[in-house]
Structure formats: structure tokens, C-alpha cells
């Protein structure tokens, strides 16, 4: 017996009616998540944590497997007619919403309505939709000005927002606004009596979801979705240190994810899996703003190439064990369909800091002052924008290095003014794997100017490109436009990759069956 | 007296009312924006604008402070940005662990501190003394979240004693809730220990030098009775005051605590709100403390009182 299971029973003993803590039952899952569960509409917030959320209460029409095939979850089958232009979906039947009203096709259009509105790959739809309406209780259809080969994949794309089904009443919701009920066909109920925002989300399984024996392999978020556990408890510990303690005491059983330093304490522990959380890395970016010089001019942006190191940015991250990182990336997740090499020879071959300089000098740089942006309480961030402080002073730049916190970061890269009124030149982020892996979700890729993400690139032949491919039927068509785009972007450069970082998670040898790819909660079971 | 306290509690209104004027202002003033942070990180200006738009923090300042002072004016602290919930159910949600975080540190620091500071003044000069005042320093210069993190490696990893974090609540058992308490308490605990230690002597070792203990000694009086019923009800008001001081600081030290342990309180929320920019939980939980702080200043004025029958309001 260890000695603090005795001095509860001696606390037992000597109090008159104790309530005694239980052992965790195996049939609850205590899990702590990379952030605080704020919002619970994963439409209106495009957190990654409510899109985790959101997988549990909610169903989508699709699922994706890891190559990206969609596979039917809450659809039976989708029948195209017209070359492609009219989609006609129908729903599976036996599919309940967790108030127990049945899901109709009117919920699903409502959904899709509201999704469209926010997720740019919906946005694009909707710009191809000429009407979306249900045919009757399981049936919809989607009649389109042209065919939309992505149909399918947008229904089950995992980036944020994501096309979740809410009953009617509550996606007819502004997207703009919160929704004020937590009402899904998922696998899991959430438990809003429980639900203390900072501390602890809980979930509990729905007895009535039926999993879709046609949903493909287990894979990403297709194949049947089959939940081993009756509770599930979201712990939010901000201290990553205090949340590798409780893993190494088994009082969590999975801490999504764990900084470099704690990854190596977890490793020693025998009762304790470190693994990569999925195999799609995050993209780091050196952001310009192209509105203000010196880097409106694109010599300048290319004058940097030769002194880029992406190993560097990449060690800062996640540390020195390559296989938390790699090198030598472009514009898309690396390993991912559309990733390759085209147009990455100026990341290649001997660095040189004075070829940089040099390249500055001929751009015409005479010593501006150059604003970097960046936060300090985001892990990977704050790192790359270390780096490039320090690539900076090396270089001989005229830097003035703006470290605050995220909220202000947000807000400050917002400003399109110039530098003397409060604006930046440079900042660096990272974008999840499976927001970067193609042009769809690739806010830093867009080329259309003051409507483009924070920078503003002015990249007409990008969003050529982009609209092309929204329309190419198949792979290898994507895979030479995904081409293309690379080697525009290596030569206008809107951003730098600085390398991609890996997603580690951890967690107790017990659990068997994660799914990889981010913190899903069917499959996985308790040995 | 009781028009003495009936003056304090209404003095509190117009207190309430200046740090209500300087965290409406404060939060509009400073950096940050709610609206991009709900945005992520792929939004579009246009997107930030419009969700900036529905939360109202396109409007003018005064229009803003006005809604919200008449929102306060009927008992609303308003709503989460992010969470969507009411503020005074997001407090609600978070008061007892940081009370009883704040209660169990208190007497624990109160009831190690005084006897400390005491025995330091009895023994003035001794090893006793300084170790004593070896602790206080010590205590006071190690920062919380050291010994907070010192003291889960020893007592929760190591020796497997008590639990690293969490809280329980006080209705699932006093056992559970004390457990969880313990590491946090001890790690508050130690500044207020050497902080109220060292006052506790300083006063000792004034009242020890008056003429009446020496007449209580020369009465055959026991060094106990001495020390605890003669000195140091006579040099309880400067420890009140620290104690009260303590309280007030404790709001901060929890915000650190409550990290290390993840305790879901007050001070996290706080810290929350501040990162995201979650004004309508900031305001309410800095009137919040405001008020705390208003109260624990009566008290302890009110204490005098007990300590001291001179002290009349």
C-alpha cells in the first residue's frame, strides 16, 4: 500500500463521515488538452481546441483518412448528376441529436449555411452553390453553377471551422454570434451542468450514436467512431510542468501536449508513452508586411533567403532531436499530398549571412528601421521570433524587436499603418499541418492584397492559381498547380517557411488505439 | 460602532465607483483585442471586424461605459466574451476553491508565524532567534511558484504523499478537500509565515521591554502566561494589520498558486481573462477584489477594538 493511500485511511478513520476519493474508474478518460476549453462553437471560434470539442458533441456529413479520402459518417452516399453540378446527399437513418429529436436534412442545410459563412473553403462553396436545400427529412442537395470536385472533401475537412450538424434551431444562429446551446449527434454529450471554462470540461457517451459501419478505415477522422469510454474529463492545467507531474502519477491518463523540456522527462517514465500526435507537422512562417517599406519591395524579401537556416528556428522550437522538426520545407505541410520541392534551391546549400547582406545593400536597403512582432507566452512562436531577432542583429538590420503577449500581437498585426504609427514589418507564427497542407484553408498563401491575411500581399498570379485549383479533377492536376504556387511563393515570397515542428503528445502505456492525428476519443481504449 | 461601520460600508460605494471608472478606462486604454484573439490565427480583417462589430467594442467609449455601469447598477456583471456565460457564474464557479485556498493558508501561516515570532523575541539573541529569522528571510525571498514546485516534486512524485494538483470541493469529503489544499497552503503559506513572523517579533520584543511584564514576572507570572496572555494581546495590533495586509496580498500569491496547482479560482480566471482580453470578466472580478479588499480593511479596523479597548470608533 503507498503511504498516501494509508494516511487517507487513517484521515478515514478519524473523521466522522468521510467521502473517501475513488480510484478513476476505468471507464473515464482524464485528459488535459493544449488549451482552455473558452468557447463551445466551433463556427464562431476557429480555436483548434473547440474544433477537438467539437468532434465529440458533433458529427460531420464526411470524415477524412489520413490520405484525405472522404468517407461517409453521417452520410449514407452522395449521388452527383449534371457533370457534378447537382450533389444530392442523403443521411444515414438512426441518427439522433442528443435532445433526441431525429437529425432532418433542414438541420443539415442550416449547418452548412452557417458553416459556409466563416470556413474559407465553405466560402468558397457557397461561391460555386446556386441553391442548397432539403429534399425531404434525409435528403439535400446542392445545385452548383459548375461542378465542385471538392464537394466531399470540404463536408469532411478537419480544418477549422469545420462543418459540424447542430439541430436547425440552433444553427440558424448569426455566425458571427455565439451559440448558446451545446446540442450535437456526436459520439459524446457534453455536460453543461459541469462545464467551469478554465478548469474542467466533461463528456459523457451517447448511448444513442450508432457508429457507421460504412465509414472507411479508422483513420483521421473516417471509419466507425466507436467510444470505449462512459466519461470523458477535460482537465485544464496551464502549468505544463504540474500536467507532466500528474501523467507521471497516473492522475491524467493523456496530456495532449507537453513542451520539449517535459518530453524528456515523460521518455524516462515507464508508465508513460511520448509519440507524435500526427504526422502533419506545423508550418512556421516569417510573415512580411507588403505595405510599408523596406519589405514592399520583393529584392528585399529575397535578400534574406541566403541567411534563412530553417534548422536554426526549427532547434529553438522543439530542440535539438530532429525528429521533432524538419527542414528543408516549403509552403505545404511536409508529407502531406501537395508538399514538394519546387522552388526550394534559395533554402538549399551553403548559408551565408554576408551573400545577405549584400543582397540588402543591392535591394536598396539603407538601414530602415524594421519592426518584428512576435509573442513571448506561445511556445513556438516566441521561439522563431527569437531566431529571427537574432538573424536580424546579425544581418546589421535596424530592428525594433515588439515582444508582448499574444492578444496584443493579434491586435497590433491587424494595423496596416506605417511603422512610425504603429505598424510592423515582420512577424512569425506557425500554422497547424492540417491548416497549410493545400491552398484551401493557406491564409498566408492568399495573394489578393488588403483582403488577404495580416501582410496584405498583392499576388495576383497565387490566387490564378488558387481558383485553378478549387477547380482541378483530380490529384496529380492539384499535385502540378500545388507545384506552381510553391515556386511563385519561393519568388514572391509573402512568407518564409522556417521548417515545420512536430505535435508531440503523451500518454499512459495503457491506452491503446489513439487515433493519430489530433485528440479524438474513439478507438481508444484502456488495456 | 455601528454607525462606524454602517459610514464604512457606505464609504465603499464611492470606492467601488473610482475602481470601477479606472478598470473601465485602463481596459479600454490598454493593447489588445478580444475580437482577433476569438478570430484565430487564419482570420480576415474582414472577419475580426465583423465579430468586433458584434460585441458591441466598435462603440464609443461612453456608450460602453454607460451599459455597463447600468448593467452593474442592476446587480449584472455582464456576459463572457468568450465563454458566453454570465460573470457572476464564472465567479461564482471559481470563489470557494480560492477561498478556501486563501482560509486553510491563513491559518496555517497565522498558526506557525505567531508562535515563531514569539518564541523568536523570548529567545532573542539565540540560535533559536535566528534561525527563526534565517526561515523569514528565506521565506521571503524564494518566490511561490519555487516552492510550489519544490514541494510537489518532494510530497507528490517523490514520497507519493499527496496529490500534484486539482482541486476537490469541500462537499466531496473533508479529507479530499484538505488533501488537495495542503502543497498549495504550504507554498502561500511560507512569505506570509516569515512575513508575520518577523512583525510578530519586532512587536514582542517592544511589549516585552514595558514595565508591566516586569511586574507580571515579579507577580510569579509563568513565562507562557507572560508571552501568550500578557504580551501578546498587547502586540496583536500591528500582527492584525499584517494579517489584514496578508489577505489583501494572498489574492495575488493565489494567482501564481492556483497555477502551479492547478486550483480553478479566482486568481486564474483572472489571469484568463487578462490574456484574452475577456473585459467583462476582468471588471467583475477586479470589483470583486476590490470590494474583499474594502471588507478585510473593516475587519481589521474592527479587530483593533477586540485587542485594544482604548481604540474607539
Redesign the interface.
Known sequence: M???AL??LG??AA?PA????QPASNRVLKFVPQA?L????PI????TVTRNHGYLVYDCLYGLDDQFRPHPQMAEGTLFDDGGKIATITLRPGLFFHDGEPVRATDVVASLNRWMA?S?IGQKLRSYTEELEALDDRRLRFRLNKPFPLLLHALGSVA?PTPFIMPERIART?P???I?ETVGSGPFRFVQSEF?????AVYVRNERYVPNPNAGPVSLTAGPKVVHFDRLEW?????T???T??L??G?IDWFEQPTPENQLLLRRNRNVVVELMTPFMSLGIMRFNFLHPPFDNPAMRRALLPAIQQSDFMIAAQGPDPANWRDGVGIFTPGSPLASDAGLEPLRGPRSIERARQLMREAGYTNQLIRILGPT?ILNPAALTQVTIDLFRRLGANIDPVL?????V???R?SREPLERGGWSITC?T?AGF?VMDPA?H?PLRGNGR????GWPDIPRLEELRDAWFDAPDLPTQQALAREMQIVAMHELPFIPLGAVASITALRRNLTGRVPGFAQFWNIRRA | MWAYIVRRILATIPVMAVVALFVFSLLYIA????A?????????????E??R??LGLDRPYLVRFGEWVWRILHGDLGT?I????PVAT?IA??IEPTLSLMTVTILFAVSVAVPLGVVAAWKQGTIIDRLVMAFAVLGFSVPVFVVG?LL??SF??E??????????PFS?????WL?NLILPALALGTVYIALIARITRASMLEVLNQDYIRTARAKGAGQGSILFLHALKNAAVPIATVVGIGIALLIGGAVVTE????I?GLG??TV?AI???DYPVIQGVVLLFSFVYVLVNLAIDLLYTLFDPRIRY
Open positions: 503507498q503511504r498516501r494516511l487517507a484521515a478515514a473523521l468521510p467521502a473517501i476519493a482552455n473558452t468557447s463551445v462553437d464562431w471560434t476557429t480555436a466563416r474559407p477549422t448569426d458571427f454570434q455565439q448558446r467551469n471554462s478554465g478548469s474542467l482537465h485544464i492545467i496551464q502549468d510542468a504540474t500536467s507531474a500528474a507521471m502519477q492522475e507566452d508582448t503577449d499574444w492578444g496584443t493579434v491586435q497590433r491587424a507564427t500554422f491548416e484553408g491564409f483582403n488577404a491575411w495580416f | 493593447p489588445g483585442d478580444p482577433a484573439v476569438i478570430a484565430g490565427d487564419q482570420a480576415s480583417p474582414e472577419d475580426v465583423r465579430i462589430a458584434s463572457s468568450f465563454t458566453n456565460l464564472m464557479q471559481r514546485y510537489a516534486y507528490a512524485l514520497l507519493d504523499w499527496l496529490p500534484v494538483q486539482g482541486y476537490t466531496h469529503g473533508f479529507w479530499p488533501e497555477s502551479v496547482f492547478a480553478p486564474r480566471l484568463d490574456l484574452r482580453r
